[in-house]
């Protein structure tokens, strides 16, 4: 059996875990922690070290799945995790312009980690939202090459579309 370790990153509040928790087989063991959110928006939780889940895509393939924390401030966990991974996901929130830099910077930091093949997600978008799609690669300056896909991080099909999206483009990098 083959073990593909998949890395999924993002900025804060992107849907990493949400992503992670629709598709695996197993409990995600995840390390959130209540925040509160000094802006006056409320509070929720983040992932303060990372996420970890599983999903089985044949008889001989399974993906470790380690979903990062979306703040810089955990950068260190971001090299950590990078260890050994064969490609990553990057999910940013379309509805969130804000968080389109640190999608640069994180895309920045992990091509400088490991020089694997990787994907954009786009957490909340249509498939059929090619302009919003165009939208996202033109803010996050994503190169023509690199897959922009589509998804809603609730959805296990939307999220497995992304994972084996990411997984033939590793499969292409080993060919």
Do not use: C, H
Not at 30 to 57: K, L, P
Not at 68 to 82: A, D, K, N
Not at 134 to 154: E, F
Request: no cysteine; net charge negative; proline share 3%.
């Amino acid at each position: 059996m083959q073990s593909v370790k998949v890395v999924v990153t993002g900025p804060f509040n992107a849907g990493k875990t949400t992503f992670i928790k629709a598709v695996s087989e197993i409990t995600v063991l995840s390390t959130e922690r209540q925040i509160s959110d000094t802006s006056g928006e409320g509070s929720g939780e983040t992932t303060v070290a990372m996420d970890f889940g599983r999903i089985t895509v044949s008889d001989d393939v399974v993906l470790y799945l380690f979903g990062t924390p979306g703040q810089e401030r955990f950068s260190f966990m971001w090299e950590t995790l990078s260890e050994g991974m064969l490609g990553f996901v990057l999910l940013v929130d379309a509805e969130d312009k804000d968080s389109f830099e640190d999608a640069k910077s994180m895309i920045s930091f992990f091509r400088n980690m490991s020089d694997v093949p990787f994907v954009v997600a786009a957490n909340k978008v249509p498939a059929t939202d090619v302009k919003t799609l165009r939208q996202v690669r033109s803010a996050i300056a994503l190169d023509d090459s690199v897959p922009l896909l589509p998804v809603d991080a609730r959805d296990k099909e939307s999220v497995k579309a992304v994972l084996l999206g990411l997984l033939y483009r590793i499969l292409d990098s080993m060919g």
